[in-house]
């Protein structure tokens, strides 16, 4: 019975907030790699369209609200995000035609691109947070969990009880669909195929009649609902605040690189390596070592080897090595 509370015990801490959390990183790694692979550069202002995206959304949330719409257990937000995607398309379509054209037009380095697309990401964060405020803003409504700890309780008689989260269990089911979509997209329609042959050879794709600003936008599109799509669950899952989305793109990098730069399955499996690892690190293990220890071992101590307040040195300590060890990452993408 200790053993099946010991299992309960990680899968409420560990394994489903882990598992939720990998899904919104893998979804923010995916735009990373495509813009890495397709148009060549990092582009750091990626947590700050993720951002942009989830305050369309939950703009058109508090509408929705007012109005009196819902979606009864489900959040609004899940009907306001198809407008958040739409919103986050027009800013990055903007944004490329103002400022990146011009310097891909110029044949610019990698790096005047990184250089710039910091520059996109003060601009943006200010703007987020002129329009909406930089506190915590909570959007969430509906149903609140899937099966509550009290609930598991009653049903199992276990002494601890399981808590699914409702964000936690659409983030994984949301994150699976669109994972799934993506790469038929990529492998299986004509326009997908283009932009893999533009990402693979750019002179040979030219001469095979490949509209090269066409790839562009089609990428630019698609890293704007994946980025929307990543910003709303998380916001969903914790919070909405501006600032925490400049701090994920630490962990979102991350991903990419540790599975390899510029291939889409090598930043959903980096997600979940970095989700895991940094929940892992930071979680208390004393609840779950005092079910599976004999009564006279049990721990004294939370035995948590870092604490939350460290949780982004858990992805960067990782960065580091991939890039010291193996830096074309798990799944051999382009060295860094």
Same mark, same amino acid.
């Given at each position: 019975?200790?053993?099946?509370?010991?299992?309960?015990?990680?899968?409420?801490?560990?394994?489903?907030?882990a598992?939720?959390?990998?899904?919104?990183?893998?979804?923010?790694?995916?735009?990373?790699?495509?813009?890495?692979g397709?148009?060549?550069?990092?582009?750091?202002?990626?947590?700050?369209?993720?951002?942009?995206?989830?305050?369309?959304?939950?703009?058109?949330?508090?509408l929705?609200?007012?109005?009196?719409?819902s979606?009864?257990?489900?959040?609004?937000?899940?009907l306001?995000?198809?407008?958040?995607i739409?919103?986050?398309?027009?800013?990055?379509?903007?944004?490329?035609?103002?400022?990146?054209?011009?310097?891909?037009?110029q044949?610019?380095?990698?790096?005047?691109?990184?250089?710039?697309?910091l520059?996109?990401?003060?601009?943006?964060n200010?703007?987020?947070?002129?329009i909406?405020?930089p506190?915590?803003?909570?959007?969430?409504?509906?149903?609140?969990f899937?099966?509550?700890a009290r609930?598991?309780?009653?049903?199992?008689?276990?002494?601890?009880g399981?808590?699914?989260?409702?964000?936690?269990?659409?983030?994984?089911?949301t994150?699976?669909?669109?994972v799934?979509?993506?790469?038929?997209?990529?492998?299986?329609?004509?326009?997908?195929?283009?932009?893999?042959?533009?990402?693979?050879?750019?002179?040979?794709?030219?001469?095979s009649?490949?509209?090269?600003?066409?790839?562009?936008?089609?990428?630019?599109?698609?890293v704007?609902?994946?980025?929307?799509?990543?910003?709303?669950? *998380?916001? !969903?899952?914790? /919070?909405?605040? @501006?600032f #925490?989305?400049? =701090? %994920?793109?630490?962990?979102?990098?991350?991903? $990419?690189?540790v599975?390899?730069?510029?291939n889409?399955?090598?930043?959903?499996?980096?997600?979940f390596?970095?989700?895991?690892s940094?929940?892992?690190v930071?979680?208390a293990w004393k609840?779950v070592?005092? *079910?599976? !220890?004999?009564? /006279?071992m049990? @721990?004294? #101590?939370?035995? =948590? %080897?870092?604490?939350?307040?460290?949780?982004? $040195?858990?992805?960067?300590?990782?960065?580091?090595?991939?890039?010291?060890?193996?830096?074309?990452?798990?799944?051999?993408g382009?060295?860094?």
């Amino acid at each position: 019975m200790d053993l099946l509370n010991a299992f309960i015990a990680l899968l409420n801490f560990v394994i489903i907030p882990a598992a939720s959390y990998g899904a919104q990183l893998a979804l923010g790694a995916l735009g990373v790699t495509l813009i890495y692979g397709i148009l060549r550069f990092s582009n750091f202002a990626h947590g700050d369209t993720m951002a942009f995206g989830a305050m369309v959304t939950v703009l058109f949330t508090w509408l929705f609200q007012s109005w009196g719409i819902s979606l009864g257990p489900l959040p609004t937000a899940l009907l306001a995000l198809p407008f958040g995607i739409l919103g986050c398309m027009a800013l990055v379509l903007t944004t490329d035609r103002v400022v990146y054209r011009f310097y891909r037009a110029q044949k610019a380095k990698p790096v005047i691109f990184v250089i710039v697309s910091l520059g996109v990401t003060f601009i943006l964060n200010g703007l987020v947070r002129f329009i909406i405020g930089p506190d915590d803003q909570r959007f969430q409504d509906g149903e609140r969990f899937i099966i509550s700890a009290r609930t598991f309780k009653e049903m199992t008689g276990l002494q601890e009880g399981l808590a699914f989260k409702t964000s936690q269990g659409i983030t994984i089911v949301t994150a699976v669909i669109v994972v799934g979509v993506l790469f038929w997209f990529l492998n299986r329609t004509r326009t997908g195929k283009s932009m893999r042959a533009y990402s693979d050879n750019e002179d040979l794709a030219l001469l095979s009649g490949i509209n090269p600003e066409r790839v562009v936008m089609i990428t630019w599109l698609i890293v704007a609902g994946l980025a929307t799509i990543a910003g709303v669950l *998380y916001g !969903l899952d914790k /919070s909405f605040k @501006p600032f #925490t989305y400049f =701090q %994920l793109l630490l962990p979102i990098f991350a991903s $990419a690189i540790v599975g390899g730069l510029g291939n889409p399955l090598g930043a959903i499996a980096g997600g979940f390596v970095i989700a895991f690892s940094e929940v892992t690190v930071t979680y208390a293990w004393k609840k779950v070592a005092t *079910y599976v !220890l004999p009564e /006279s071992m049990a @721990p004294d #101590t939370l035995i =948590q %080897l870092m604490s939350t307040d460290y949780k982004l $040195a858990v992805s960067f300590v990782i960065l580091l090595i991939v890039l010291l060890v193996k830096p074309t990452g798990l799944f051999q993408g382009k060295s860094v």
